[in-house]
């Protein structure tokens, strides 16, 4: 059996419109694309919150116990959220969500439920989305440290 793979490479506009006689300088190319990132960061950050309710809502159902039904949306809800915050140029929460959706994954597959270890996560995240890590690197960098330990300590059992 034989299948064959497409490669799509996108049209890069920059590039060409550089080099166009007349065209956009390079400073003013890259001053509309930073115009461009701005309007995603506002559409990340509406997003993220939106992201942040529902894993909220979904805490709340799990009561305190392992429903594989509810950890499985939980999971799907935080695993395709990632990447999310690249728009908004914000590593850390990305990273945050990184380790809750593996230690979701974990839960999932073991049927445990570590409901101390999903709540910091979930504090952390709205911690990150209401403040301005970047302030802080050291500080942030030592949260987002402790949350990948509670997540390899969790999976560890």
């Known amino acids: 059996m034989s299948e064959s793979a497409r490669i799509h490479v996108p049209d890069v506009p920059l590039g060409r419109l550089i080099r166009m006689p007349g065209g956009k300088?390079?400073?003013?190319?890259?001053?509309?694309?930073?115009?461009?990132?701005?309007?995603?960061?506002?559409?990340?950050?509406?997003?993220?919150?939106?992201?942040?309710?529902?894993?909220?809502?979904?805490?709340?159902?799990?009561?305190?116990?392992?429903?594989?039904?509810?950890?499985?949306?939980?999971?799907?809800?935080?695993?395709?959220?990632?990447?999310l915050p690249t728009a908004s140029k914000d590593r850390a929460i990305d990273t945050m969500l990184v380790s809750l959706a593996d230690l979701l994954d974990y839960y999932r597959t073991s049927g445990e439920w570590g409901d101390k270890s999903v709540q910091v996560h979930?504090?952390?995240?709205?911690?990150?989305?209401?403040?301005?890590?970047?302030?802080?690197?050291?500080?942030?960098?030592?949260?987002?440290?402790?949350l990948q330990k509670v997540s390899r300590k969790a999976a560890r059992g």
């Open 25 to 83: 300088t390079a400073g003013q190319a890259i001053e509309d694309a930073e115009k461009g990132l701005e309007s995603l960061q506002a559409e990340s950050m509406v997003e993220l919150n939106r992201v942040l309710k529902s894993a909220e809502e979904l805490y709340a159902r799990a009561g305190g116990k392992f429903n594989a039904m509810v950890v499985n949306a939980f999971y799907d809800l935080i695993n395709g959220a990632v990447g």
């Open 122 to 146: 979930l504090s952390t995240f709205q911690l990150l989305l209401r403040t301005e890590g970047a302030r802080d690197r050291d500080g942030t960098e030592a949260i987002l440290s402790g």
